[in-house]
Nanobody
């Protein structure tokens, strides 16, 4: 079982940037595929980005070119760098471990003027 704790959310103006972090427990973090999902109020959950153990990434079309998922295996941490933020990016962002099925508690991102 891997525990995940997201942080870094907050309020940002449109066009601004934010970096989310997901700290994971476990001794085999490096082999896991990790992902970020988000859920806006009244909306379905959607995959934002995913990163494999080998570093391959996939992004939702809506965030491609603006968001970057990365990982630091030495720190057991996954990041989501979010640039050029738009109001439609407002959501609770969740970190997931695709191999264990673990989810973090989520962190709120609000993009508003």
């Amino acid at each position: 079982q891997v525990q995940l704790v997201e942080s870094g959310g907050g309020l940002v103006q449109p066009g601004g940037s934010l970096r989310l972090s997901c700290a994971a427990s476990g001794s085999i973090f490096s082999i896991y595929t990790m992902a970020w999902y988000r859920q806006a109020p009244g909306k379905q959950r959607e995959l934002v980005a995913r990163i494999s153990s080998g570093g391959s990434t996939i992004y939702a079309g809506s965030v491609k070119g603006r968001f970057t998922i990365s990982r630091d295996n030495a720190k057991n941490t996954v990041y989501l760098q979010m640039n050029s933020l738009k109001p439609e990016d407002t959501a609770v962002y969740y970190c997931t471990n695709d191999n264990t099925g673990s989810w973090g508690q989520g962190t709120q991102v609000t993009v508003s003027s």
